[in-house]
């Protein structure tokens, strides 16, 4: 899985003992701030690798169950668009897509709901991923990466769990 992957390359590269310092680099009091992710894009436009989009789909109707306890409550709240859902879509069928931040989004409780998965999906991945490193004895501040894109409604949710936010540009 994904996450554990990235838990073990955070370890092979913060645990080693600077040969100089005789410090892990997960205890150096220079580095101020560690992220693991920078300009996150894993939602950015159109979600390509077939394998996560259909792992992300498959997230995205499970919290659509949780939050909408009927396909017929789903699909008043999605109206809003004048379209509702497909005569396909079901999220108990598991065949509500789930879309990239630039390709549905924003002004519809569909684009809403959208966008606050995504958010959700990051809040949790900085959460476990933030408390992995503190376990390995990470003292750094944690930051998430920069908010790419026209939607950081997308990233406040894992900004809010980290120490600190970062806004860079180029």
Known sequence: DMKKSMQKKIE???????????????????????????????YEDKMTDAYYRNLAKEQYNEWLREKYPTRD????????????LADYEDQFKGT????????????????????????SIMETFTKDMSEH???????QLITTGTIWGSFPQAFIRSNEVADVMDYHAY
Request: with cysteine.
């Open 12 to 42: 092979q590269i913060m645990l080693p003992v600077n040969p100089y310092t005789g410090l892990p680099l997960a205890e150096d009091p220079c580095i101020v701030t560690v992220s693991f992710v920078n300009e996150t894009t894993a």
């Open 73 to 84: 409550a789903l699909n008043k709240a999605w109206l809003d668009d004048g379209k509702g």
């Open 96 to 119: 509500v897509e789930v879309y990239g931040m630039n390709e549905r989004s924003g002004g519809t409780r569909r684009g809403q709901d959208n966008l606050e998965f995504i958010g």
């Open 133 to 139: 490193y503190r376990s390995i004895g990470g003292k």
